[in-house]
């Protein structure tokens, strides 16, 4: 299994002279960073330090994630925040999960006694909310579901068929989608540090608003192909995995939609 830690970063030379040392190179087999053309010296650090680099060429998160993710040569990705938000130390543990054979591992900042240092009210009311409506609708109880450092088999991609390329919801999509095909996911809890140095690119409103079109939008489209999913949908609940999506249900379908909007 080859690992690839994938970085989006745009303007964090404070965060990634700390952070990037705390992270040995022989914990993953390719480090990719993709750069949105910073201008306070992130991409010259990156390259001068022997990282690979891919300057972005298109716009805002998503598309650093598009563009990494399809140039990563891992089977499994794991999306990193060199701001000090994703703690270096939980990548060996995000990949011994993955060999024991899970197709996502997210490491939750409200896991058991993890908690986010870098949430303010705003940030922790939507986290709550999005996590509470996304497990009403898919029977589940994770505790997470926004947080981008997780790990996750990059084929998923094409399995899943993720077309939200434009707009900042990537972990909304592909979980629900990883849900209603039945894929293995688990959580591990995870600290979130407060961002060192530079500012915030993530825009609480928008990315609110983003988040729940995409809710909605994955609710109700979107069937796994049996084809690509047999053994899954097949598979009886695995009483060894927490978040094992052999139990998934939807609270709504479409059937039960359309009745709803008949009535
Ligand atoms: N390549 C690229 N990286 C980005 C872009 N926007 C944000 N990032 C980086 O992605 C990582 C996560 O950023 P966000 O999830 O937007 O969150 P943030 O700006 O750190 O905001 P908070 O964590 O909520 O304080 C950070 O390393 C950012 O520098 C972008 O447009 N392109
Ligand atoms: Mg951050």
Same mark, same amino acid.
């Given at each position: 299994?080859?690992?690839?830690?994938?970085?989006?970063?745009?303007?964090?030379?404070?965060?990634?002279?700390?952070?990037?040392?705390?992270?040995?190179?022989?914990?993953?087999?390719?480090?990719?960073?993709v750069?949105?053309?910073?201008?306070?010296?992130?991409?010259?650090?990156?390259?001068?330090?022997?990282?690979?680099?891919?300057?972005?060429?298109?716009?805002?998160?998503?598309?650093?994630?598009?563009? @990494?993710? %399809?140039?990563?040569?891992?089977?499994?990705?794991?999306?990193?925040? $060199?701001?000090? *938000?994703? &703690?270096?130390? /939980?990548?060996?543990?995000?990949?011994?999960?993955?060999?024991?054979?899970?197709?996502?591992?997210?490491?939750?900042?409200?896991?058991?006694?993890?908690?986010?240092?870098d949430?303010?009210?705003?940030?922790?009311?939507?986290n709550?909310?999005?996590?509470?409506?996304?497990?009403?609708?898919?029977?589940?109880?994770?505790t997470?579901?926004?947080?981008?450092?997780?790990a996750?088999?990059?084929?998923?991609?094409?399995?899943?068929?993720?077309?939200?390329?434009?707009?900042?919801?990537?972990?909304?999509?592909?979980?629900?989608?990883?849900?209603?095909?039945?894929l293995?996911?688990?959580?591990?809890? @995870?600290? %979130?540090?407060?961002?060192?140095?530079?500012?915030?690119?993530?825009? $609480?409103?928008? *990315?609110? &608003?983003?988040? /729940?079109?995409?809710?909605?939008?994955?609710?109700?489209?979107?069937?796994?192909?049996?084809?690509?999913?047999?053994?899954?949908?097949?598979?009886?609940?695995?009483?060894?995995?927490?978040?094992?999506?052999?139990?998934?249900?939807?609270?709504?379908?479409?059937d039960?939609?359309a009745?709803?909007?008949?009535?």
């Amino acid at each position: 299994m080859k690992t690839t830690l994938f970085i989006p970063v745009r303007n964090e030379i404070d965060g990634i002279k700390v952070i990037m040392p705390m992270i040995d190179k022989d914990w993953v087999d390719e480090i990719l960073v993709v750069d949105g053309n910073s201008t306070d010296g992130t991409r010259e650090w990156f390259e001068e330090n022997g990282y690979k680099v891919i300057r972005q060429q298109s716009e805002g998160l998503c598309g650093a994630y598009w563009e @990494g993710i %399809e140039a990563a040569t891992g089977d499994v990705i794991i999306p990193f925040s $060199p701001d000090n *938000n994703s &703690l270096p130390e /939980l990548i060996p543990a995000l990949i011994a999960k993955m060999e024991e054979g899970y197709d996502m591992v997210i490491a939750s900042r409200y896991k058991d006694d993890a908690t986010s240092e870098d949430d303010d009210p705003i940030t922790a009311i939507g986290n709550w909310l999005f996590t509470k409506t996304t497990n009403l609708f898919l029977r589940r109880d994770f505790t997470d579901v926004l947080v981008m450092y997780r790990a996750f088999r990059k084929e998923l991609l094409t399995e899943l068929e993720l077309d939200i390329r434009k707009i900042p919801a990537f972990e909304m999509q592909i979980l629900f989608r990883s849900v209603k095909a039945k894929l293995k996911i688990i959580e591990i809890p @995870g600290d %979130e540090p407060k961002r060192i140095g530079g500012q915030r690119k993530m825009h $609480p409103i928008y *990315n609110g &608003l983003c988040l /729940l079109y995409v809710m909605v939008r994955e609710m109700f489209i979107w069937h796994p192909d049996p084809a690509t999913f047999a053994r899954e949908l097949k598979t009886e609940p695995d009483p060894e995995s927490e978040q094992s999506a052999a139990s998934y249900e939807p609270a709504l379908s479409i059937d039960s939609s359309a009745e709803l909007l008949k009535a």
